[in-house]
């Protein structure tokens, strides 16, 4: 709204940056139905995709593409052109691998806008889990808005011993029910993962590494056999034909099915992790959205950037590995539950 606002004042251009290809196409669809009776002409700028140059007033790019935007506006003499940077997912900046493409673009603009006061560019950065907000506040020299403020309520809790007590207080909430314990599966991943679709909820699954997603999407797959079998209301909500449809939809982007997934696939389970390729990870994030894939199993990569409709997440500990993950990882998983206008409530 405040981009809006600012473009329909001053005439100036407004960029939307996000870190991933599947959000900022996600963001471009959306501003095109909200600012299409307004006139104002959204573009694209990802991966292949690119708008003619300087034909656009809303530009949505991801944070390289939009870096390569500012240099070419410095070189050619066009950044007064530019009034708005909005940044999506901000805490990028402290990303080991990606971070410094977007500190530097914050850089060129902060020092623009030290030079250029009267055509200065104003920097809008927005984050669920930014923790240093004040330290980057300071260095954008922002104002920092805070609030607590969730639109869809977020249950958290932790799973110990058969027990699922509050993530907050610890206080027991409840005991795991006996007909979701299932045998080698201390944590109750596969429990609760039964249960959520059980009671109808799209599970998203959180693994530490491709290995354990693969594994644990077979197990899962084999719980749920069972259940199917004994339980013919649960067995009735699997829609097959249209499972059918996105095994085809794979075959076709791959040239074979992976083998895991022929197995994983007929029972409503998938996984998603960095081996697959982006034409499959994206059939398999349409399934999930569609509700034919019911339990998604995924590394910590699906934790950002894609926008799905689970009810419930649940992290596997991490108790291999060179580090635990951080508070940030933690909050990415977890959100990824009762996103707004997909669910009303969620639980991690």
């Not at 939809?249 to 697959?276: C, K, M, N, W, Y």
Request: charged fraction near 25%.
């Amino acid at each position: 709204l405040i981009a809006a606002l600012r473009l329909a004042l001053t005439g100036r251009k407004v960029l939307f940056l996000l870190p991933y290809i599947s959000m900022a196409k996600e963001r471009m669809q959306f501003l095109q139905r909200a600012w299409r009776r307004v006139d104002i002409q959204v573009a694209a700028f990802v991966g292949a995709q690119s708008a003619p140059s300087r034909e656009w007033t809303c530009g949505v790019c991801t944070t390289e593409k939009a870096n390569s935007l500012i240099n070419h506006a410095i070189l050619d003499g066009h950044m007064e052109e530019i009034g708005v940077v909005v940044i999506d997912e901000l805490h990028m900046v402290y990303d080991s691998s990606r971070g410094g493409v977007l500190e530097s673009l914050c850089a060129k603009i902060i020092l623009w806008n030290s030079r250029n006061p009267a055509s200065s560019i104003r920097i809008i950065g927005m984050s669920a889990t930014l923790e240093k907000l004040n330290e980057v506040g300071r260095w954008l020299d922002a104002k920092v808005i805070e609030t607590q403020f969730r639109p869809v309520q977020l249950n958290e809790r932790i799973c110990c011993g058969g027990y699922i007590r509050d993530l907050k207080s610890g206080a027991v909430i409840r005991e795991m029910p006996k007909r979701f314990r299932v045998f080698d599966d201390p944590e109750c991943v596969l429990g609760l993962a039964a249960e959520g679709i059980f009671f109808r909820k799209l599970v998203l699954v959180f693994c530490s590494s491709k290995a354990d997603v693969e594994k644990t999407s077979l197990d899962l797959a084999k719980v749920l056999d069972g259940i199917y079998r004994s339980n013919e209301v649960i067995s009735s909500r699997l829609d097959r034909q249209a499972l059918y449809r996105v095994r085809l939809s794979l075959e076709r982007s791959a040239g074979t099915l992976d083998a895991i997934l022929a197995q994983t696939l007929p029972r409503g389970v998938a996984f998603h992790h960095a081996g697959l390729t982006a034409e499959e990870r994206e059939c398999i994030e349409d399934g999930f959205r569609s509700g034919v894939i019911m339990v998604l199993v995924a590394t910590s990569t699906l934790s950002s950037g894609v926008n799905l409709p689970a009810s419930r997440v649940v992290i596997k500990a991490q108790i291999r590995g060179p580090a635990a993950i951080s508070g940030t990882t933690y909050k990415q998983m977890s959100g990824r539950s009762g996103r707004l206008g997909h669910v009303e409530a969620g639980s991690a």
